[in-house]
């Protein structure tokens, strides 16, 4: 019973802490500015991870009932792809997120143009549907297997076992896990080499301590996810090459998923403790706006009457509310 009690904390957790996310980009956009280039990517995150975590219910069940599946076949497909889908489309998010700092980094001011809310929701689009395509063979393969006792276990059924296993294992290990870690490490290598080399003209210093802090933010959150699935990765490796996995293993095995899907609980904790912007946002999204005016201006009408005119709280007039760069490292 000790797997699944920590599957519980870390899926209520999780689905706790992304809806938060959500919803504290959600009231910003909503009340108070357009949704910054960061916002976008960490919103989507969110949404993965959220998506991911729904899945955990499902799994705790079969870890109970001994990994037998009492929901069809519909649901096997459903719950596996969407499953794998959040793997991927994490990881490619992050790889899409490092490639923005790269450009807020070493091009600040080049590629400005690029760094828009509109660009940043294509290259979402365009990541969503490269891993829908990526998991073309979790589509094809997943389905109801025969266990003993006439109960059935949801798993990926593949032909001829002995070599599509491996073949599928290495696909998996390089589109989801080896290629995005290498394109994020090398592009943070040059970001890192940049900002110790650069000798060109800086832009504006607080547009570079937010981009230092948005970059910072990023890099965290990529060690994070690969921290917590790498031991799952590797243990799909060694599982290639071991006959008869011993009850070690098996457990090993366990909590190498179990720290995966502490990945997609532990994000939202990173923005609170490392993003000061983020922390404001969601302290003000608890506010309700029905309950905390301020006067913003005096006027006198014709008659010689004073009239007050009253905002939410956390609203900015429109006389002096300040420019929303669209492309802005707003987290």
């Known amino acids: 019973a000790i797997l699944p009690t ?10 706790l802490g992304n809806c938060m996310v959500i919803y504290t980009i959600l ?8 949704q910054t280039v960061p916002d976008i990517f960490i919103f989507n995150l969110s949404i993965v991870d959220l998506l ?4 955990m219910p499902f799994l705790i069940h079969q870890l109970l009932g001994n990994g037998a599946w009492h929901f069809g076949a519909t649901m096997c497909t459903v719950i596996t792809v969407l499953d794998s889908n959040s793997q991927i489309v994490s990881t490619y998010i992050l790889t899409t997120m490092t490639l923005d700092r790269y450009l807020a980094t070493v091009h600040p001011i080049r590629f400005n143009h690029v760094r828009t809310p509109c660009a940043a929701s294509l ?3 365009l990541v969503w549907a490269l891993s829908l395509v990526t998991i073309i063979p979790v589509w094809m393969y997943v389905g109801l297997m025969p266990l003993p006792g006439g109960l ?45 080399t ?7 210093r607080s547009l570079r301590v937010r ?10 959150i990529c060690l994070a996810f690969f921290t917590c699935w790498a031991p799952y990765y590797i243990l799909q490796l060694v599982h290639l090459g071991v006959q008869k996995p011993s009850a070690a293993f098996a457990y090993a095995y366990n909590i ?31 506010k309700p706006l029905n309950r905390e005016f301020r006067v913003v201006n005096l006027s006198t009408t014709n008659g010689g009457n004073v009239s007050l005119r009253l905002v939410p709280g956390g609203a900015q007039p429109p006389a002096s509310q300040p420019h929303n760069e669209a492309n802005g490292d707003g987290l």
């Open 123 to 125: 290259a979402i689009g």
């Open 211 to 220: 981009t230092r802090k948005v970059t910072r933010m990023a890099v965290a």
């Open 6 to 15: 920590i599957y519980g904390i870390i899926c209520f957790l999780g689905i």
């Open 52 to 55: 991911f975590l729904l899945g």
């Open 152 to 196: 059935a276990g949801c798993a990926l059924l593949l032909p001829n076992p002995a070599t599509a296993t491996y073949w599928f294992t290495l696909y998996q290990f390089f589109l989801a896990f080896a290629l995005p870690l290498a394109i994020i490490c090398l592009v943070f290598f040059k970001i890192l080499h940049h900002m110790a």
């Open 27 to 34: 009231k910003k956009t909503k009340c108070r500015a357009k």
């Open 198 to 204: 650069s000798v060109a003209p800086l832009p504006p």
């Open 256 to 286: 190498a998923i179990s720290m995966g899907y502490a990945n997609s609980c532990i994000n939202p904790f990173l923005y609170l403790t490392l993003s000061e912007t983020f922390k404001r946002q969601f302290l003000r999204a608890q």
